[in-house]
């Protein structure tokens, strides 16, 4: 059964790929939806066995490579982290492959879609299934393929070119750090298996590299490289410019990639390896500050969207940083509750915004919509709760996590650093609820409350969606409304054993019960920053002529708003600083001058040029003459004798002279 989770979208993909000529675009979209569904029908049992039973189950089919102390077998691990990922990703892709049935139904590609779809969906797989670090790479490597080839799926359109580019370039930064981990954890633990990493931490947490004469701490360096793959994949500052134009794949990709695949692969690599982070306080720290400043800075970069898919991204963009900003206060369990939550409604926003896209013809731009609430009343009910559940808006969904993260940070921190990081983290992520949901009803009201901007012709063929699209978002709603009160003690209730040996934390680490003493006054404090974002909204689409008036000439607000509206120039600063440099020195110093210049002449080309003329030499040597062929043999014994016998050269080099002479002679 546990095997069949993993193997079924890969028989879907297998079928719809190569088998849709003949099955046509219904009968391999029917394939591939089933194939899933039947997936998210086992995860739920391997979720009540394991999860609820609590009985972890470990498989190991073969012996994978071989060489050494190097052992990889095809190992799967089957915990309580595990198959609460494999119903999220299960559950939201067989939604996801339901609603791309009728909404790519006029695409002559279908076939080749659904496979690219459950391709994404088997990798991923793959990743949170593994049991050691070579096969969960297989699994991080193929998400970035399958989301390379998704998000260019409409390949004869240059913006989807550079947008799939992009996505894998930036992430094979990530990788790459991602790699130097694992080969640094293979280092110091001679393993890659989870099991023998996660026991033996303990027994290294002094251990030190010394480079170039500097004390590293060994598990210090490893976490770091480990959270530098997670960096590229889950979009935090500095490589999160790839998801925003990730926007260009179709609509269903998007949900796909935002709620369920791709993005929570690093927050699940800093929840799986939380026994080795816990004895990292520097790799913490760095987590907190990452992942409230990639909170703060995407939250206000939406502020600035006009492009209604580009406002939800960077708003997962944003709820990515407090996942990571929960793991570096060490609340992993909590971290993985907003990661549940948050799929649902991500994927909801993600639907609801194809279904506004389907309706319209396609039109993306917010400011060209308006008064879309008379057309599509259910779709607006539907963004409306997803949007409410963004904003952590009481009882519904994100309300029960994303506050409780904020509760956390006004409890933690660190004694022995002057300044107590958890209380920055804590303001951060604070102001990144006012602009979340000043952006999310921003939304509301350019796109289906404001004053119509639609042209004529288009406002005729405006309706709602088919059952097939309104199916998937009316499930999702339902989870937007009641998961994170179904679940929240199972998974960060006091007392639960849910988690077991999957998650681990010092003692000295765990503050999650410290938050269920905070006053209520301080709890409700994110409630009242979300209202005014709310409030702000509104005074700006309601009242927006009062408004303006009185900020058009206010020149502090005239500037912060332009410097916001450039995302505070840090595109522009990473193409200036980084990319640009690395592009030339790429081009000019390694292609140009190495790779074409000394390679290149010195080996197939210099070699090229020299053969024949070392050929005409020998030629010329070659005079058939037995006199002239003693004298080359007696003259090369007399400078081998001298060489051997010379007591002032070293042995060594004797050795190497004897052989370059003994060469010589031979091609004599």
Known sequence: ????????????????????????????????????????ILSFIAFYEVGLGGTPCYLILANWINSGVF???????????????????????????????????????????????????????VLVTADNLIQMFLGWEGVGLASYLLINFWHTRLAANQSAIKALVVNRIGDFGLSLGILTIFFMFNSVDYLTIFSCVPLLSSYSFIFMGAKVHGLTLASCLLFVGAVGKSAQLGLHTWLPDAMEGPTPV??????????????????????????????????????????FFAAIAGVFQNDLKRVIAYSTCSQLGYMIFACGLSCYNVSMFHLANHAFFKALLFLSAGSV??????????????????????????????????????FLTGFYSKDFILELSQVTGYSNLAFSYGFFSCWLGSIAVFFTSFYSFRLIYLTFLNNSNINRPLVKNIHESS???????????????????????????????????SIFVLPQHSHMF???????????????????????????????????????????????????????????????????????????????????????????????RVIPKWSKITANLQSGQITHYIFFIVAGLLFLCSILFNPFFDINLNLVLVSICLLTLFFI
């Open 1 to 40: 059964m546990y095997l069949l989770i993993i193997i079924l979208p890969l028989i879907g993909a297998v079928i719809s790929g190569f088998g849709g000529r003949w099955l046509g675009c219904y009968g391999s979209s029917l394939i591939s939806t089933i194939c899933v569904s039947f997936s998210m």
């Open 71 to 125: 052992s990889v077998n095809w190992g799967f691990l089957f915990d309580s982290l595990t198959v609460t990922m494999l119903v999220i990703i299960t559950t939201i892709s067989s939604l996801v492959h339901l609603y791309s049935i009728k909404y790519m139904e006029t695409d002559p590609h279908i076939p080749r879609f659904m496979a690219y779809l459950e391709i994404f969906t088997f990798f991923m797989l």
């Open 254 to 295: 998007s949900a796909l990639i935002h709620a369920a695949t791709m993005v929570t692969a690093g927050v699940f690599l800093m929840v799986r390896f939380s026994p080795l982070l816990e004895y990292c306080p520097f790799t913490l720290f760095i987590l907190t500050i990452f992942g409230s400043l990639t909170a």
């Open 357 to 394: 896209i389907h309706a319209v013809s396609d039109e993306q731009d917010m400011r060209r919509m308006g008064s879309l609430v008379r057309f599509l009343p259910l779709t607006y009910s539907l963004m409306l709760i997803g949007s409410l559940a963004l904003t952590g808006f009481p």
């Open 467 to 501: 059952f097939l699209m309104f199916f998937p978002l009316i499930v999702l709603a339902l989870g937007s409304l009641w998961v994170g009160y179904l679940t929240r003690d199972l998974f960060v209730g006091f007392g639960t054993s849910f988690w077991g040996s």
């Open 514 to 608: 410290e938050a269920e003493w905070l006053p209520v006054t301080i709890k409700w404090i994110p409630f009242f920053i979300s209202l005014s974002g709310i409030l702000l909204a509104t005074l700006l689409n309601v009242f927006p002529i009062w408004f303006y008036s009185i900020c058009q000439y206010n020149k502090i607000i005239i500037f912060l708003g332009f410097i916001l509206n450039k995302k505070w120039y840090l595109d522009k600063l990473n193409n200036s600083l980084i990319v640009k440099p690395l592009m030339n020195f790429g081009y000019f110093i390694s292609f140009k001058n190495i790779d074409r210049g000394f390679v290149e002449l010195a080996f197939p080309t210099g070699l090229l």
